[in-house]
């Protein structure tokens, strides 16, 4: 712990009950602070800084005070909560399910996230500290107890756009970066996320993470599976997108790659601040012809190496794009140009 020397006149320092040392510091560090209080004529105490505690552990509802309600999904609603024993203010996801197996399922995806920190300590995933399942009748009500965000993404990217402030070059290198390594480094845990979308990066203190794990998977082998089609519209991959129209039940593709594609439409969407770009590249399947779209929209205000990476994560043809481990290599490449 980081050792403080406070001026309090009404303290003196004692030693600890059976122990030469103060606060249980070493007596050659004591040795040291003595030297230094003594050229003072006041008395002084030796403080350590605690370090803050987090709600770890077994979810106990009734130390937290509800706030306010901030958001609302499909199976249940989001609240702003304050913990008792550190005053920090929380995310409570509190939701309903009819049947046991989506709570054993969700128990199932929180301990793979909190493996995955624990092994990795990766900064770049929202914490889930602990959770609760309560049985109600027939119902099951669900709590998860999350890490605060400032906001979303896509929040930000309203607000941006409000004021016409457009993200700079540097700004959207630096999240696409942050978002890439972790997802990479996912990746390299068998993890896909499989709905990546602004509303699901959160932001806390300058650090874009990742958020909102219900179609979270655990794979098996290269990322190649066939589900049923899973994401947002928006912003899904073409081979997800078009088995979509065509109302195809199960679609064959690698899981990996298109959540590339998909944080490409991201990235695209925050330096446009629009859907302009992203509608007119929907509609299109030449290569070509997306990149000049990509030039029309961003050309302007964007070099060519932003441009080159966004080119990479959206190609049409799924064996051209590259998996986020792939990626990163690329983006390691084209950082170190000039």
Not at 44 to 59: D, F, H, M, S, W
Not at 110 to 123: A, G, H, R
Not at 221 to 245: K, N, T
Not at 288 to 304: A, D, F, H
Request: aromatic share 10%.
């Amino acid at each position: 712990s980081i050792i403080k020397v406070v001026r309090e006149n009404n303290y003196k320092m004692k030693p600890l009950n059976n122990s030469n040392s103060f606060y249980g510091m070493s007596q050659h560090n004591n040795l040291n602070i003595m030297a230094k209080i003594n050229e003072y004529s006041k008395t002084y105490r030796i403080k350590t800084e605690i370090k803050t505690i987090e709600p770890n552990g077994k979810l106990n509802l009734s130390e937290f005070t509800k706030i306010s309600q901030i958001g609302k999904g499909s199976f249940g609603k989001i609240f702003a909560v304050k913990w008792a024993k550190n005053d920090k203010i929380y995310v409570l996801k509190k939701e309903i399910f009819n049947d046991i197996e989506f709570v054993e399922k969700r128990k199932k995806i929180v301990n793979s996230i909190d493996n995955f920190l624990e092994k990795t300590n990766n900064k770049g995933v929202i914490q889930i500290y602990s959770s609760l399942c309560k049985k109600a009748k027939q119902e099951y009500i669900y709590y998860e107890l999350m890490e605060l965000g400032e906001m979303d993404w896509e929040k930000e990217i309203n607000l941006r756009r409000e004021k016409n402030l457009y993200y700079t070059e540097n700004e959207l290198i630096n999240i696409s970066s942050q978002l890439i390594k972790t997802l990479s480094l996912m990746q390299k845990y068998h993890i896909t996320h499989r709905d990546i979308k602004p509303q699901n990066i959160l932001i806390v203190n300058g650090e874009y993470k990742l958020c909102d794990f219900g179609e979270i998977r655990i794979m098996e082998r290269e990322g190649i599976v066939v589900q049923r089609i899973r994401g947002s519209e928006l912003y899904m991959s073409p081979i997800l997108f078009y088995g979509l129209r065509a109302n195809m039940i199960q679609v064959k593709h690698n899981t990996y790659k298109s959540d590339v594609f998909s944080l490409g439409m991201c990235i695209i969407y925050a330096a446009t601040m629009y859907f302009n770009c992203t509608d007119e590249i929907r509609e299109i399947t030449d290569m070509k012809i997306i990149y000049n779209v990509l030039n029309k929209y961003l050309g302007e205000r964007y070099s060519n190496k932003l441009i080159s990476l966004i080119f990479i994560m959206i190609q049409i043809e799924e064996e051209l794009r590259p998996d986020f481990i792939k990626l990163e290599e690329n983006l390691n490449t084209l950082l170190s140009k000039s």
